[in-house]
């Protein structure tokens, strides 16, 4: 079964504090991505990598960066948390073009910014 | 830059009712549109899909699209829903040329029994 797991559910952290969110799929897909994803506003893409230490940004990259070493594996990282990324972040991963492009999506990682 | 439109923000159903949600995109060549689903509590999943072919396409739990070319348009339908058909629906389109999807703002469904 398709499994994508991101390391933790719900994250409390403090302004200007640096953040790892860490995600892992099972499935040897080539493509990671990272959304965000609040309420009005729907899933906004962040970052996503086609490929091993590969990235590409996505429509919101500002304050954020990745980093992907393996392929199983995408981190985002907020290298300084402010309140506004206070947010839901979603990954996600797919086989490499051509194919259905169908997301597989894990559960989720809620981040509050005090 | 290519987007989607989903105008209907907050829904509320009575049991049995008909479902419609409206998804219109921006794009004008050849699109491949989803449908995502997010129940209260779980992660979002592919509901159905569309590549090519018959533009009415039939996806999990009774749902089912029809790709309207002319309208840029690729609508949800349901004919009676279910309470357990409470959640979040998201319309996607795949990026012309790459693998990324671009969502919808999501429509929040209510069904009350």
């Known amino acids: 079964d398709v499994k994508v797991t991101q390391s933790s559910r719900y994250l409390v952290k403090r302004t200007g504090e640096k953040v790892f969110l860490e995600c892992v799929q099972d499935?040897?897909?080539?493509?990671m991505f990272w959304y965000r994803q609040d309420p009005g506003l729907g899933l906004r893409l962040i970052y996503f990598s086609y490929d091993v230490k590969m990235k590409e940004k996505g429509d919101i990259p500002e304050g954020y960066s990745v980093s992907r070493e393996k392929k199983e594996r995408f981190s985002l990282i907020l290298e300084s948390a402010s309140t506004n990324q206070t947010s839901m972040y979603l990954c996600a991963s797919s086989l490499s073009s051509g194919n259905t492009g169908e997301l597989f999506f894990g559960e989720g990682s809620r981040l509050t910014v005090l | 830059a290519q987007s989607v439109s989903q105008h209907n923000h907050h829904v509320i159903l009575s049991e049995a009712a008909s479902l419609e949600l409206g998804c219109n995109y921006s794009?004008?060549?050849?699109?491949?549109l989803f449908w995502y689903v997010q129940y209260p509590g779980q992660h979002l999943q592919l509901l159905l899909k569309?590549?090519?072919?018959?533009?009415l396409v039939k996806g999990i739990k009774g749902f089912e699209a029809e790709f309207i070319k002319s309208k840029f348009s690729f609508n949800l339908r349901k004919p009676s829903v279910q309470w357990s058909d409470t959640a979040e629906y998201f319309c996607a389109v795949k990026v012309y040329n790459t693998d990324k999807l671009i969502f919808g703002t999501g429509t929040r469904l209510q069904v009350f029994p």
């Open positions: 499935m040897d897909h080539e493509n």
């Open positions: 569309y590549f090519s072919g018959d533009p």
């Open positions: 794009y004008g060549g050849t699109v491949n």
